[in-house]
């Protein structure tokens, strides 16, 4: 069974009022401070996204809370990597409450954090160029910046490979559009139109961008014959047809006492990157907002680093499922999970420009998609941010995911949440 995922995050903000990387670049344009020693440097890439797990839990609990009983979909790793990258271009009050809502280590200056990120960069690359058959992950940025807002040079510098000059005001319907198929072309079509009509205008200052690719093989097959349709139980009470695809292997399984949950590891070919599904007690009320509630970064590690997971021949049943998710508005989201003043019309990326510059952020759109069947997996997701001025249950002999499931796909080498969603009902994928 084949799995492709796509996942962008575009980050547009709108920059209004005044009008290959070295060391120097950073000083001049960052803080000054002592930076990462060279152990620390190598070792970046893993602290900067171990900080990710934490965000991506919280934004799970957080759309867990809003839609306790729909499916979801979404990749905290491309809309961390974007806020990140607001973090860099970000200051003062700004720039302190994206470095606490990101979970960066306050001890670590915005320098180590960039050399982290470029580490990160550069790992991924290699990455990319030197993957065998087995899988493929790529992870892109671009900050396309208006021609008419002044860049500080050394900016230009630092984002070399990512900054894009664009027109917004000639014509900002064309703008859009050339965004629009950068993100398409990053993502092998599957996420088109991710901005929407207008909201690119002669205001936009900055469309900022990641687009992330990961596509895999599982490592132990399903087999199409053995899909079939069973009863898939929304709740205790209420059940809905799905088709099941079902295969015996050799697979880890965790039991989780602090979620009351198991766990099932299916690992994708190469061993980098799995999906982890975690499956609460089938007659637990409310089972998926309890057990997302108890998740937190430990248990997280304790998931994808422990040694007490048990090797064992296991019966996997998982639905065959196809998601798409729109989420018309992610503010509410993110300004639940404590974001700051972001969003409310006055954030500083004076670091952006060098000087002062009146901001106003006040739209982000999230659009996801996943597809999973015999063939194979395709997972999409894309963000926009538009600116303008228990007890534990009895070891199962089988891993049966026939009611409500938490699945996260998780990057090992770099301990990043590429994916993460809930399969609550066949009725609304």
Not at 203 to 212: D, I, Y
Not at 237 to 259: T, Y
Not at 386 to 412: A, G, M, Q, W
Request: a neutral charge.
């Amino acid at each position: 069974m084949r799995l492709s995922c796509w996942s962008v995050v575009g980050l547009a903000l709108l920059v209004s009022g005044t009008p290959s990387v070295s060391s120097d670049g950073y000083q001049r344009c960052l803080p000054k401070g002592p930076g990462l020693t060279i152990e620390e440097f190598l070792s970046g890439k893993f602290y900067l996204f171990e900080r990710q797990q934490a965000f991506s839990i919280k934004l799970l609990q957080t759309a867990v809370a809003a839609s306790p009983k729909q499916n979801l979909i979404f990749s905290p790793h491309s809309i961390y990597t974007a806020l990140l990258i607001t973090y860099f271009i970000s200051a003062n009050r700004t720039e302190s409450e994206l470095k606490r809502f990101l979970n960066l280590p306050p001890e670590q200056d915005k320098l180590s954090v960039l050399q982290a990120y470029r580490m990160e960069r550069l790992f991924q690359s290699m990455r990319s160029a030197n993957t065998s058959s087995d899988y493929e992950f790529s992870s892109t940025d671009r900050l396309f910046v208006s021609k008419r807002l002044p860049l500080q040079k050394c900016l230009n510098e630092v984002f070399a490979q990512e900054v894009h000059p664009m027109d917004f005001v000639v014509d900002p319907e064309l703008a859009r559009m050339y965004i629009n198929n950068w993100v398409a072309n990053s993502t092998n079509g599957h996420i088109t139109d991710l901005i929407p009509v207008s909201h690119v205008n002669y205001n936009t200052r900055l469309v900022l961008a990641n687009a992330a690719y990961f596509k895999g093989f599982w490592s132990s097959q399903f087999s199409s014959e053995s899909t079939k349709d069973e009863v898939f139980y929304t709740s205790p009470n209420e059940n809905a047809l799905v088709p099941m695809m079902w295969q015996s292997g050799i697979f880890n399984l965790l039991s989780s006492d602090e979620l009351g949950a198991h766990v099932l590891e299916l690992p994708y070919k190469g061993g980098d990157i799995s999906l982890f599904v975690i499956l609460p007690p089938f007659n637990k009320q409310r089972g998926i907002s309890l057990l997302t509630k108890r998740l937190n970064t430990n248990i997280l590690q304790e998931i994808v680093s422990s040694n007490e997971w048990r090797t064992r021949s296991v019966e996997v049943s998982l639905p065959k499922f196809s998601i798409e998710q729109t989420m018309d508005n992610l503010v509410p989201l993110l300004e639940q999970m404590g974001i700051g003043d972001l969003f409310k019309g006055n954030a500083d990326l004076s670091t952006l420009t060098g000087g002062a510059n009146g901001v106003s952020v006040d739209e982000a759109v999230h659009k996801a998609k996943i597809s999973v069947d015999e063939e194979g997996t395709i997972a999409a997701a894309a963000t926009a941010v538009i600116s303008s001025r228990s007890s534990r249950p009895v070891e199962p002999y089988k891993f049966r995911c026939n009611h409500p499931f938490v699945y996260f796909l998780f990057d090992k080498m770099t301990g990043s949440v590429l994916f993460m969603g809930v399969y609550n009902s066949p009725k609304s994928t």
